[in-house]
């Protein structure tokens, strides 16, 4: 059973205003477990609208979104935000976090929510980020960190619930070539090594590649048989 | 000094509303300066108050849950109160210059008010001419007064009538004869010397708590020296350095209200400088009595004034039902030529004050208020500032899963920490800076005597914290219920 079933998706902003923008329509995805899908498109197509709705930050207008064993779709906010804790690791293209606390406590800040004692979650934390190279700098503030390696720590604060979910809008949009790639690698790694369903924005083709599956989205609908499935990347 | 006596003396200098004013103006500049410096010097208090409660909230991140788990969100306060130093230093002196100036208007609106409420047990009463101002009586106003006082049962006077009456004449004069000037004239109240002894003084500062016991002794002491002889007379000290005279001259004074009657008088003692006797005399009320009837002796008739030479009789009442009983006695009693009126202190006060009364509604329903919006402005702003410094921050948390409540309360918090400290430390500060200025001039006594009597009411070590965290909560509202709606979707729909 796919791990991400959309089905008959829609979304409108302001529906009840005079001029409601549709910005999805009839839309249907599947994303399987352990599956790395990147979502392309042009601009304004509804790419973080969609990613949004699968996240459980938007709730759509028509149509179910059912993520794990769980329909999100009717979802109150509160509810939302309960399972996001559990459910979601975010992945944002200027990485936000939290500029006072240390890598550490940025990455254990997600972890707060959750029932775990000190201990566990002390150990989950320096996991993490051993996970993403960033092992030695478990005391630095994002301010004294590159933006390769603050996109690093974010990445490690998106796993060290062990979400459901990876989903990451843009990730590689504000790092230069280099430090794109090694996120990249990371999330490639994280799929083959850990198993992580990870759904990507992107709208670098060079970024796309680099997933199992690219999804391609237009004015809010899918490209239909432009959807191809690739070999699990081997690449390390 | 009683509050007639102002009428005898002048009215004192002559205030233009300018200039009055202008002296408004620079009063409160310098309140505001000083406030300002005690808020810059607070500053360390207030920063190393922080640390401590983040260095707890630190210590308390390695308890068990879920009180281990929230002091780290709750480090997040002060983490980000740190992050501007600067503005959380203002917002901070901001507050204790403003807490500062409320406690400043309580305490004199209190006192005011203080003064001029009736209080239920005893009840000083004064008999005053009816129908002319200044008040100018015969004698023998006084012994009818004694009489009406004895007809009273015994429950409704006072037990020791000597003890709990004086009566007052005020005599202005000079040392030069036809030449008053500034440097050598001087203002005497007539009375008993037991008035001193017996307390009815205490309220013009002639009491052991506000002059020192070392000072109290001596002016019994002089007291005594004054009853030996009619002429010994009792001056201030400040009185006595404008007229270049001091303790054991003799000046005679040529009086301007009693023309024709010069004393000659002996200096025993000095009133305290500083104190509100410092600037005044006394002599003893037989001294005038006795002068008048020289004067008849020698001019074959009375002197003109010598029937209205006591302006005032004061009497201690056990209550206020007494007072009253006294008062329906006195008031339209055609024994007494011209007709005299029996009011209470306060009453008086508070006929001296009508004055101040659209000053003292102004400040209690206009200033004080005003103050408060601006403090709670204050923090409204700053908070909104930092609420839109931290917007994408907040967001962050939502998506991560933190609740609305605990997003905004990081925010709540931080306004309600500065309003509390500012309020505290203010508040305190002053009291305790009152106080310890109050209780070095008891020690020093003679000039200080006036920094002795003041005195910041205690309630306000209460009130200023409440005030703080008031300020907080209401200053932080509309900033903090904003940061509840941050939309989480907003996060990722700003990228490019
Ligand atoms: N909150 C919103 N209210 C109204 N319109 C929105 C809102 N969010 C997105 N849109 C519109 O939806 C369309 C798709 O936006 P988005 O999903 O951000 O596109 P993409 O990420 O593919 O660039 C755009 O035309 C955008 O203007
Ligand atoms: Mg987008």
């Known amino acids: 059973m796919a791990i991400v079933e959309v089905t008959d998706l829609e979304k409108t902003f302001n529906a009840d205003s005079p001029d409601p923008v549709r910005v999805l329509e009839d839309l249907n995805l599947e994303v399987e477990e352990g599956e790395f899908v990147a979502l392309m498109g042009p601009s304004g197509s509804g790419k973080t609208t969609l990613l949004n709705l699968i996240a459980g930050l938007d709730s759509p207008t028509r149509g179910t979104i059912r993520v794990g064993d769980q329909v999100i779709s009717g979802m109150s906010e509160s509810e939302l935000a309960k399972w996001r804790t559990r459910n979601v690791g975010f992945v944002f293209q200027f990485y936000n976090l939290l500029p006072v606390l240390t890598a550490a406590e940025n990455v254990e800040l997600p972890l707060l929510l959750l029932p775990m004692t000190g201990a566990e979650r002390k150990q989950r934390v320096r996991n993490a980020l051993e996970i993403v190279g960033l092992g030695d700098r478990m005391s630095h503030r994002p301010g004294k960190l590159s933006g390769g390696q603050c996109q690093r720590v974010g990445i490690a604060r998106a796993i060290v619930t062990d979400p459901t979910i990876v989903v990451c809008d843009e990730p590689t949009g504000a790092l230069d070539a280099k430090s794109a790639d090694n996120a990249l690698n990371l999330l490639e790694q994280l799929r083959a090594d850990l198993g992580k369903t990870i759904i990507m924005v992107t709208h670098d083709p060079h970024a796309a590649e680099r997933a199992q599956r690219i999804v391609h989205l237009e004015k809010g609908r899918i490209v239909p048989g432009d959807e191809r499935l690739r070999l699990a990347s081997t690449r390390r | 000094m009683p509050p007639e006596a102002a009428s005898f003396m002048g009215g004192g200098p002559d205030l233009s509303l300018l200039q009055l004013a202008v002296y408004a103006v620079l009063g409160l500049l310098l309140v505001i300066f000083i406030l300002t410096l005690m808020g810059i010097g607070t500053l360390p208090i207030f920063f190393t108050a922080l640390l401590g409660l983040q260095l707890g909230l630190g210590a308390a991140q390695n308890l068990p849950d879920p009180i281990g788990k929230w002091s780290k969100v709750g480090g997040l306060v002060f983490r980000n109160m740190r992050r501007n130093l600067l503005r959380t230093a203002l917002v901070y002196v901001a507050l204790f210059v403003l807490t500062g100036m409320l406690t400043l208007i309580y305490t004199f609106v209190t006192s005011l008010v203080k003064l001029t409420a009736d209080k239920e047990g005893q009840q000083l009463v004064i008999l005053t001419e009816k129908h002319s101002i200044p008040s100018q009586m015969p004698p023998g106003h006084e012994r009818r007064l004694r009489e009406l006082l ?221 103050i408060v919006c601006i403090m709670c402005l204050v923090v409204g702003i700053t908070i909104t500032i930092g609420v839109r410094e931290r917007w994408k921050e907040m967001a962050v948390m939502k998506v991560l899963g933190f609740g609305p409540g605990q997003v905004m309360s990081t925010v709540v918090a931080e306004a309600v920490l500065i309003g509390l400290f500012g309020g505290m430390l203010a508040t305190w500060s002053m009291w305790g800076g009152v106080a310890l200025v109050s209780g070095w001039a008891k020690g020093a006594g003679g000039g200080a005597a006036f920094f002795a009597s003041l005195k910041v009411p205690v309630e306000v070590l209460w009130m200023g914290p409440a005030l703080g965290l008031f300020i907080g909560l209401v200053g932080s509202a509309l900033p903090s219920w904003s940061a509840r709606k941050v939309k989480v979707s907003e996060v990722f729909s700003q990228v490019a």
Request: aromatic share 10%; charged share 25%.
């Open chain 2, 150 to 370: 004895r007809e009273l049962d015994p429950a409704d006077r006072p037990a020791d009538l000597d003890a709990n009456i004086m009566t007052w004449s005020f005599i202005g004069g000079s040392t030069e004869k036809g030449k008053p000037t500034p440097q050598n004239s001087l203002f005497f109240f007539a009375l008993s010397p037991e008035a001193i002894t017996s307390g009815m003084m205490a309220e013009q500062g002639l009491n052991p708590e506000d002059l020192g016991s070392t000072n109290w002794e001596e002016l019994l002491r002089v007291v005594e020296v004054v009853k030996e002889d009619k002429r010994h007379v009792v001056i201030g000290e400040d009185r006595l350095k404008i007229m270049n005279k001091r303790v054991g001259d003799t000046i005679t004074v040529y009086s301007t209200n009693y023309p024709g009657v010069s004393f000659e008088c002996i200096i025993v003692g000095a009133f305290p400088a500083g104190g509100r006797m410092g600037g005044a005399a006394a002599m003893r009320y037989d001294y005038l009595l006795s002068l008048l009837d020289e004067y008849e002796k020698a001019n074959g008739k009375k002197h003109p004034n010598a029937d209205r030479c006591l302006n005032l009789v004061w009497v201690r009442m056990p209550s206020k039902a007494a007072y009253e009983k006294l008062a329906g006695k006195v008031n339209n009693n055609t024994a007494f030529t011209p007709a005299a009126k029996l009011e209470t202190f306060s009453a008086i006060v508070g006929a001296f004050t009508e004055g101040l009364k659209d000053i003292l509604w102004g400040m209690k329903y206009i200033v004080m208020p005003a």
